[in-house]
């Protein structure tokens, strides 16, 4: 919500001209990595601003827009200038929202992994993790430790371990941009080529493509895809830099699922077979199951049947083979409920709305109540699988029980296919239950039924 008194931003409003809020947004962050920023600009921000809620915007803002309309000043854009707007009044509206009651405790969570830094005991990356003493641009000047050693290494990957947490607790929506800030402190730390021991210098490199993964992921769950895109390379090359077979198998299955999800088919599957490759000699078969499944999304995607078929089928075999020692940490999420979901994925691909149904209900029913975000995911694929099958009122059912989680999950990529499956489901708006559902569901999203 706008705040009270707050002044539209008409000079701001024209630089736009004719292009949409979000065709004016990628541009801001095509612009952001002709420099080397990281901004997660998107259609409300771009309105946030215009509106004049936003008075003075950040620093990673402001050399994105003064590059792109080089000799103006923030003034010159409409916005006010940086003296004016000192305070802590005032940065909250600089470029933080205030935080609705439902997601307060998703903001006050994910705080959380500016504080991870603290245990490094190293000054100079708490102080820029913290935003303490400047911008980020003096923070980045000042001199980096002399030897990156063991409390450097374990803050990068206890930051990783505690965005998977929230993630899975929340969703990416509320954790993005706040877990980007530990990325460029973890890369900071690679460019000074300073760790005290190879070891460590291969423990820093994992750390930072994980944590790069991890941040790509947070980018892709809550819609922002062409950044997601840019932490999975990231990674990747940081993973062939280091020679680390471990690392790019994770990059590329996670290449492969963002590819599936945003239309790329046949990326996908070149994706998760380059994966696969890379899997094979590390002895994990689960990870092979994992990546013969992005396989298997990819295929359904391309309408190849047969192929799909196999790559279930060699997914099956792998993951009857049990855990073993050399299982990545990161596939704790990869039980038997995240199976039968990739399974109902690729059934409902290729329109076999019944059989998806049937892997999407053992999802739910397999998975740990404790995993809120995998939960609405689960039940949001058996409301699609179930309206596309002609079961409408199951379909309300389950729809009603995804609302009651999204309380607790800020996820874009769930409440678009909740989205899909409202729908395919107004045409049945006749059956009471499916009319209840409508109208909970357009009172909860703010929309008109």
């Given at each position: 919500?706008?705040?009270?008194?707050?002044?539209?931003?008409?000079?701001?409003?024209?630089?736009?001209?004719q292009?949409?809020?979000?065709?004016?947004?990628?541009?801001?962050?095509?612009?952001?990595?002709?420099?080397?920023?990281?901004?997660?600009?998107?259609?409300?921000?771009?309105?946030?601003?215009?509106?004049?809620?936003?008075?003075?915007?950040?620093?990673?803002?402001?050399?994105?827009?003064?590059?792109?309309?080089?000799?103006?000043?923030?003034?010159?854009?409409?916005?006010?200038?940086?003296?004016?707007?000192?305070?802590?009044?005032?940065?909250?509206?600089?470029?933080?929202?205030?935080?609705?009651?439902?997601?307060?405790?998703?903001?006050?969570?994910?705080?959380?992994?500016?504080?991870?830094?603290?245990?490094?005991?190293?000054?100079?990356?708490?102080?820029?993790?913290?935003?303490?003493?400047?911008?980020?641009?003096?923070?980045?000047?000042?001199?980096?430790?002399?030897?990156?050693?063991?409390?450097?290494?374990?803050a990068?990957?206890?930051a990783?371990?505690?965005?998977?947490?929230?993630?899975?607790?929340?969703?990416?929506?509320?954790?993005?941009?706040?877990?980007?800030?530990?990325?460029?402190?973890?890369?900071a730390?690679?460019?000074?080529?300073?760790?005290?021991?190879?070891?460590?210098?291969?423990?820093?490199?994992?750390?930072?493509?994980?944590?790069?993964?991890?941040?790509?992921?947070?980018?892709?769950?809550?819609g922002?895809f062409?950044?997601?895109?840019?932490?999975?390379?990231?990674?990747?090359a940081?993973?062939?830099?280091?020679?680390?077979?471990?690392?790019?198998?994770h990059a590329?299955?996670?290449a492969?699922?963002?590819?599936?999800?945003?239309?790329?088919?046949?990326?996908?599957?070149?994706?998760?077979?380059?994966?696969?490759?890379?899997?094979?000699?590390?002895?994990?078969?689960?990870?092979?199951?994992?990546?013969?499944?992005?396989?298997a999304?990819?295929?359904?995607?391309?309408?190849?049947?047969?192929?799909?078929?196999?790559?279930?089928?060699?997914?099956?075999?792998?993951?009857?083979?049990?855990?073993?020692?050399?299982?990545?940490?990161?596939?704790?999420?990869?039980?038997?409920?995240?199976?039968?979901?990739?399974?109902?994925?690729?059934?409902?691909?290729?329109?076999?709305?019944?059989?998806?149904?049937?892997?999407?209900?053992?999802?739910?029913?397999?998975?740990?109540?404790?995993?809120?975000r995998?939960?609405?995911?689960?039940?949001?694929?058996?409301?699609?699988?179930?309206?596309?099958?002609?079961?409408?009122?199951?379909?309300?059912t389950?729809?009603?029980?995804?609302?009651?989680?999204?309380?607790?999950?800020?996820?874009?990529?769930?409440?678009?296919?909740?989205?899909?499956?409202?729908?395919?489901?107004?045409?049945?708006?006749?059956?009471?239950?499916?009319?209840?559902?409508?109208?909970?569901?357009?009172?909860?999203?703010?929309?008109?039924?």
């Amino acid at each position: 919500m706008v705040s009270t008194g707050a002044v539209p931003n008409l000079a701001f409003r024209r630089l736009r001209g004719q292009r949409s809020a979000g065709e004016f947004a990628a541009a801001v962050r095509r612009a952001a990595r002709e420099i080397g920023e990281q901004v997660a600009c998107d259609a409300r921000y771009i309105g946030r601003v215009e509106s004049g809620e936003i008075r003075c915007p950040n620093y990673a803002y402001e050399r994105v827009f003064l590059h792109m309309f080089p000799g103006t000043t923030l003034v010159d854009l409409g916005f006010s200038s940086r003296e004016t707007v000192r305070g802590r009044g005032a940065r909250a509206t600089a470029d933080t929202p205030p935080p609705t009651a439902p997601h307060r405790d998703t903001d006050e969570e994910s705080d959380v992994l500016r504080r991870v830094f603290m245990t490094s005991g190293t000054a100079t990356m708490a102080t820029a993790t913290l935003g303490l003493g400047g911008t980020p641009a003096a923070a980045a000047a000042r001199p980096a430790p002399r030897r990156v050693g063991e409390a450097e290494v374990s803050a990068v990957e206890k930051a990783v371990r505690q965005i998977r947490l929230l993630d899975d607790r929340h969703g990416g929506d509320g954790l993005y941009r706040k877990a980007s800030q530990p990325l460029r402190i973890a890369y900071a730390l690679l460019d000074s080529g300073v760790a005290a021991k190879r070891s460590t210098a291969g423990r820093l490199h994992a750390g930072a493509g994980e944590l790069a993964i991890s941040v790509g992921w947070l980018a892709h769950d809550s819609g922002r895809f062409e950044d997601a895109r840019s932490h999975y390379a990231e990674a990747l090359a940081t993973a062939r830099v280091a020679g680390d077979a471990a690392l790019e198998a994770h990059a590329f299955c996670n290449a492969s699922f963002l590819a599936r999800d945003t239309g790329r088919p046949r990326e996908s599957v070149r994706a998760a077979e380059a994966g696969q490759r890379a899997a094979q000699p590390l002895g994990s078969p689960r990870l092979l199951a994992l990546l013969a499944l992005r396989e298997a999304g990819g295929r359904a995607g391309l309408g190849d049947r047969t192929g799909c078929e196999r790559a279930i089928g060699r997914a099956h075999a792998a993951f009857g083979r049990g855990r073993s020692d050399a299982d990545p940490e990161w596939m704790s999420f990869f039980r038997e409920a995240e199976l039968e979901f990739l399974e109902a994925q690729c059934w409902s691909v290729l329109g076999e709305w019944s059989r998806a149904a049937r892997h999407a209900r053992r999802a739910v029913r397999l998975q740990d109540p404790h995993f809120t975000r995998n939960l609405a995911l689960y039940r949001a694929e058996l409301t699609w699988d179930l309206a596309r099958a002609g079961e409408a009122a199951q379909a309300a059912t389950e729809g009603h029980r995804v609302l009651d989680l999204l309380d607790r999950v800020r996820s874009t990529r769930i409440r678009a296919m909740l989205a899909g499956s409202v729908t395919a489901l107004r045409p049945q708006r006749g059956t009471r239950e499916v009319r209840e559902f409508l109208e909970r569901y357009a009172e909860v999203s703010g929309t008109r039924e």
